[in-house]
């Protein structure tokens, strides 16, 4: 059975940052497409970030210079590094898996899915 578990998430000042880390078990993701969604309330899920096989990141521009994106193949997990935050980064954060090489930025192109964790960014 595949999982992928957040973690890291909270309770932070504007301006703070937070690391959230997603460990994958039941698959191994190393050499597949992995990306950060976020969900606020009343709002569609949206891209966030993700890694393509080849480590290469991609960035929604609303983060882009803020946060960045990493994974760690041996661990068999990846990390979203969130600086400088703001009260609209505010939404649950979910890490997201698809069977590709390659990255997109819809939703329904990913096929398994974290159970989310929430940041909340205070002003």
Not at 35 to 45: D, L, V
Request: aromatic share 14%; glycine share 10%.
């Amino acid at each position: 059975q595949v999982q992928l578990v957040e973690s890291g998430g909270g309770l932070v000042q504007a301006g703070g940052s937070l690391r959230l880390s997603c460990a994958a078990s039941g698959r191994t993701f190393n050499s597949e497409a992995m990306g950060w969604f976020r969900q606020a309330p009343e709002k569609e899920r949206e891209f966030v970030a993700g890694i393509d096989s080849v480590g290469s990141t991609y960035y929604a521009d609303s983060v882009k210079g803020r946060f960045a994106i990493s994974r760690d193949n041996a661990k068999n997990t990846v990390y979203l590094q969130m600086n400088s935050l703001k009260p609209e980064d505010t939404a649950v954060y979910y890490c997201a898996g698809r069977p590709s090489y390659t990255i997109t930025y819809s939703s329904r192109d990913y096929y398994y899915w974290g159970q989310g964790t929430q940041v909340t960014v205070s002003s």
